[in-house]
């Protein structure tokens, strides 16, 4: 009976670790259907801090004194276009880039992916009471963090920093076929191409340049429509 036992247990657990196994390697491939499948729509202009460095600086100084440290969270959302993946860009007034996503309020401490969604749905839906259909969020696939009140974050935190002012998250969100999006007409959404981003600083700033490292453990499935 003992040895009985044992081999039994030597089984389920060798099927435990093929189970584990294979949903670890369909989490890293990654479903990317033609951009051509999306419907992309606009509502009325988001309102939006237009401010010079200082201004920025004086606003972050007086929310981190009111709530501490602050977090944002932002998506990875690609399409298929020429065989290739692109990323969805927020552009703003033609020369900035951002990824969707924003500030997670002082009550969303712990809740990064439900703010996720709530600041996806005010980019990219009618409005930020309604969400995008479909979205699946998934791993955090990167952080940035600001140690203090400057324009520089680093994809580490210091160790000398015991008190940071700024954490962001990227989140990998998985795209069903068939979505809509609507943007706020003073913004644009734009596939770029992971070759076009990768490295380029200059362009689409130290976090975007990074993404196509961020994604090179992941496969990419191509879906024919």
Same mark, same amino acid.
């Given at each position: 009976m003992g040895e009985e036992a044992r081999v039994l247990d030597m089984e389920e657990t060798s099927e435990e670790n093929t189970t584990r196994g294979n949903h670890l390697v369909h989490d890293l491939i990654v479903d990317?259907?033609?951009?051509?499948?999306?419907?992309?729509?606009?509502?009325?202009d988001l309102p939006v801090k237009d401010e010079i460095i200082s201004d920025r600086v004086v606003r972050l100084k007086s929310n981190y004194a009111a709530h501490g440290l602050?977090?944002?969270?932002?998506?990875?959302? #690609?399409?298929? #276009?020429?065989?290739?993946?692109?990323?969805l860009l927020l552009q703003y007034k033609n020369s900035i880039f951002k990824l969707p996503g924003g500030r997670l309020r002082s009550g969303e401490?712990?809740?990064?992916?439900?703010? #996720?969604?709530?600041?996806?749905?005010?980019?990219?839906?009618?409005?930020?009471?309604?969400?995008?259909?479909?979205l699946e969020v998934g791993e955090s696939i990167g952080m940035w963090w600001r140690p203090n009140f400057e324009t520089l974050m680093y994809p580490f935190l210091?160790?000398?920093?015991?008190?940071?002012k700024e954490c962001t998250k990227l989140f990998l969100v998985r795209l069903q076929e068939n979505q809509q999006f609507v943007v706020p007409k003073n913004?644009?959404?734009?596939?770029?191409?992971?070759?076009?981003?990768?490295?380029?600083e200059k362009t689409y700033g130290p976090i975007i340049s990074q993404i196509p490292k961020l994604l090179s453990k992941f496969s990419f499935n191509m879906m024919e429509i």
């Open positions: 990317l259907y033609p951009l051509s499948t999306y419907y992309f729509g606009s509502r009325d602050r977090t944002c969270v932002e998506a990875v959302l #690609l399409v298929e #276009l020429f065989k290739h993946p692109h990323v401490s712990g809740l990064d992916i439900e703010g #996720l969604k709530r600041k996806l749905a005010s980019k990219l839906s009618i409005n930020e009471n309604v969400h995008v259909p479909g210091p160790p000398n920093v015991k008190h940071p913004f644009k959404l734009l596939a770029v191409p992971l070759c076009q981003i990768h490295e380029n």
